[in-house]
Every structure is written in C-alpha cells, then in structure tokens.
C-alpha cells in the first residue's frame, strides 16, 4: 500500500447507504451554506448517496454541481436520489481526489464531507481540491472524529466496537481521528486564510436511535468493515454479533443518547 492508497473502510452495503441518506447539507455542511449563493459551481468529492449534493444543487441553481465518487457502482444511489427529486443541474462522474479530471481554476466551491478520513494522503487530496478551486473560491471539509464520540448508557461493546473500527480504518490506510488534524492537514496543504470550527450530530430522539443503533449494527455485521474484521483474524463472527447486539441494546434505551464530534475546515483558495 502506497501513501495515497486507502480502502474505504465502510463500503456500500446498503445499510452504510441507509444511514448515510440521513445526511442532509443543514445537518451536514451549515458552515458552508452561508457562502452558497445561486450560480456558483460546486465540486462535490465523494458525494455517496448524494442527498447533501442535491441540497447543494437546489442552492447554487442554476449553477451545476460535479459530484465524484471511486467507481460507477458507488454513484448509483446518488443518480437515483437525484432522479427521484427531479434535479437536472447535477453531473456525475468517477473521480480520482488525487487527480481530478478537471482544469485548474474550474470550481467556485470544493467540498468534501467525510472524506478526508479515508484517504491515505489527505495533504494532497487538499492541495489537488485546491488546484481545481478558482482564486479567491472555497475549498471546504468536515470529517468526524472518531475518538470524540461519546454516548450513553456505557455499553462496554460500544467501546470494543469504536476500538475495532478505529484500528480496521487505520490497517486500511486511513486516519478515523482526521476531524483533530483537519487544520493542520489544510496548513501543510498550503492554505493560509482559513477558518476552523467544529460541530456535532446528537441522536436522542427514538426515531435517531432506531436509524443509528439499528444501522450500525447491520453494519457490524454485514458491511465491508465486518468482512475486513474476519478476513483480517481481528474479530470473529461471534464477536461482531455480539457488538451488533451493543448496538442494538442501546438503540433500545430510552436514555440512548449518542454525540459525533466533527471538524470544518473554510480554505480560501
């Protein structure tokens, strides 16, 4: 494995697909939508099942967003989620973060939700949003991290699964604590007028708790990450079972209540 080489540790099992549908630009990237205006062009790296790309579509009409993703298999939730909401001003294509196919200077706003976190050099993914970012245009990230989740009740197999995870990311080539290094991965990319914040997803309510407990732990079991865990010898089948059902206990607590840390990052190019 290269620098630059990572797996994407979660992969498109649909139950990834369904807890990533939830995502919406409000929810997502409300430090960015202050600078959306309608006719701005938008490079959406990593768009997943597109319904943040869409949200940002209907912002920037009749402006068109790019949205990228690692292969043609990985757009088709995005194509449909646009299709089922009747927008025309979005253009798909399979990307490359670390050679992007498109002229220097061509975009007004770069974005990346969660991405940086999987790449295995993200100070370059930046430099090349950079070089596709027009002068004086946006390039713009939030990635989560990982050891800033906190959750209640304490269920002890929520701590051997955020263990497990965070070493999974890590043997793929990936950094699950980029939300902290945001910052500086922007600096060592060269950015000089930047803003960082942070910001947070709560799940509290029983309709959060259903959608995050009873996807997470399909995921544990089901996904691209639970495949890696057995093919790797770091969990069995049994284990993932029983952090499967962590998750499910606290999905079922009325006192579940779950915070995901993020980082943002506002780079003027």
Same mark, same amino acid.
């Given at each position: 494995m290269t620098e630059r080489d990572a797996v994407y540790t979660h992969g498109h099992h649909e139950s990834v697909l369904r807890s990533h549908r939830w995502r919406?630009?409000?929810?997502?990237?409300?430090?960015?939508?202050?600078?959306?205006?309608?006719?701005?062009?938008?490079?959406?790296?990593?768009?997943?099942?597109?319904?943040?790309t869409a949200d940002l579509a209907v912002l920037v009409a009749p402006a068109t967003v790019t949205a990228i993703e690692i292969?043609?298999?990985?757009?088709?939730?995005?194509?449909?989620?646009?299709?089922?909401?009747?927008q025309a001003n979005i253009d798909f294509r399979v990307g490359d973060v670390f050679a992007l196919d498109f002229p220097d200077d061509t975009f007004d706003v770069v974005h990346a939700h969660q991405v940086l976190q999987h790449v295995g050099d993200p100070v370059a993914a930046l430099r090349e949003m950079r070089r596709v970012c027009r002068p004086g /245009?946006?390039? =713009?990230?939030?990635?989560? *991290?990982?050891?800033? !989740?906190?959750?209640?009740?304490?269920?002890p197999e929520l701590d051997e699964w955020l263990a497990l995870y965070r070493r999974l990311a890590r043997d793929n080539g990936g950094e699950p604590d980029a939300g902290r290094r945001l910052l500086s991965w922007a600096r060592a990319a060269g950015f000089t007028d930047l803003t960082a914040t942070?910001?947070?997803?709560?799940?509290?309510?029983?309709?959060?708790?259903?959608?995050?407990?009873?996807t997470w732990a399909e995921r544990t079991v089901r996904s691209d990450t639970a495949r890696q865990a057995l093919a790797s010898g770091v969990a069995t089948a049994e284990?993932?079972?029983?952090?499967?059902? /962590?998750?499910? =206990?606290?999905?079922?607590? *009325?006192?579940?209540? !779950?915070?995901?840390?993020?980082?943002?990052?506002?780079?003027?190019?």
């Open positions: 919406t630009a409000q929810n997502s990237a409300a430090y960015l939508l202050p600078h959306l205006r309608p006719g701005l062009t938008v490079l959406d790296v990593g768009c997943g099942p597109g319904t943040i292969s043609a298999d990985a757009l088709t939730a995005a194509r449909a989620e646009a299709s089922s909401r009747g /245009g946006l390039v =713009a990230a939030r990635d989560g *991290d990982y050891a800033g !989740f906190v959750w209640f009740p304490l269920i942070s910001s947070t997803w709560c799940m509290s309510t029983a309709e959060d708790r259903e959608l995050w407990g009873q284990d993932l079972e029983r952090l499967a059902g /962590g998750w499910r =206990a606290w999905a079922a607590s *009325d006192e579940g209540w !779950f915070s995901v840390l993020h980082s943002e990052i506002l780079c003027r190019a």
